[in-house]
Structure formats: C-alpha cells, structure tokens
C-alpha cells in the first residue's frame, strides 16, 4: 500500500480488497480470475496535490446486470469490470459515497425507477421541467407506449443510478 502524503489523515493510495471473482465465458472455455490475487490487472495511483489529504476514491469490482445480456452459462445475467473513479474537489464525501453505493445502484436500478427519477430532476427548475436524459428517451418512449422493455441497457443502468 502507498501513502498519499505525511498527514495524519492520509489515504492509502491503492486498496485491494476482497471482491468477487470475474468469469467469463468464451469459446474456449470460462476465464475466472480471482481480483483478490491478480492485483496487477487493475492498478491506480492518485495524488493528494496542495490538499491535507486525499479526496479522491476509485472502486473496481465485477459487477452482474439481471438480464441485460445472457451468456451461454448464465441465462439470467450478464458481467461487467467496473472502473469506478471520483474526485474529491474540495471534499471526500460525494467521492466516499460513490465509492460505497454507485455499482450496487447501478446492479440494482430497474425499469420501474424511471418514473421517479424523472420526477425529481423535473422538480429543479424551469430549465429541467420537461428534459430526459438522452440515454433514458427510448426507454421513456417505449414506456408511455406500455411497452415495457424486459432490461435495461448499461447506459439506461448508470444514467438511472
């Protein structure tokens, strides 16, 4: 582990933790790598810069999307790598929070979350009172037709989250 400076509330710059294995499944045969032992597959590094300590957080981990692609093992759902990384500025705890929630919203987010979502950024102000993320139109389209689509796409997944 690195250090990010000499404070006393220092960050460790790079953190292995214990994370679920990462399969995959190709023709010729299943890929399962274990993160846990395989530390120089992902790598970061991040600097405190002028700051007492450092603000910054990453997060890296599989991630399964219910139903989003089907492999030919798994029927239900589909593996990602996630790479998540968020700057502090000015603070840690936007950064920290990511770091905790964001890839599990983005595993648990569902159709029927869209509707509330689109609520409350309308609730902003004129400028939001009618706007839908580009991401989120055919899936907002589709709904208003009662077409209820069976998944969500990785980019209606993290624009929801």
């Known amino acids: 582990m690195g250090s990010s400076g000499g404070s006393s509330n220092a960050q460790p710059m790079v953190e292995i933790r214990p994370c679920p294995y990462y399969v995959a499944y190709t023709e010729e045969g299943t890929v399962r790598v274990d993160v846990r032992k395989s530390p120089q597959l992902v790598g970061q590094t991040s600097l405190r810069g002028t700051r007492a300590y450092n603000q910054d957080r990453a997060e890296f981990r599989p991630l399964r999307i219910p139903g989003m692609v089907a492999d030919r093992k798994d029927k239900s759902s589909a593996q990602l790598m996630y790479l998540g990384v968020y700057d502090g500025h000015g603070g840690d705890s936007c ?44 899936l907002e389209d589709a709904i208003l037709r009662c077409e209820i689509p069976s998944f969500l796409t990785i980019d209606e997944r993290i624009t929801l989250a």
């Open 95 to 138: 950064s920290e929070y990511l770091k905790q929630v964001l890839h599990s919203n983005i595993e648990g987010v569902a159709v029927s979350d869209l509707p509330p979502v689109l609520d409350t950024m309308r609730q902003y102000g004129k400028d939001w009172s009618d706007y839908t993320p580009p991401a989120l139109r055919a």
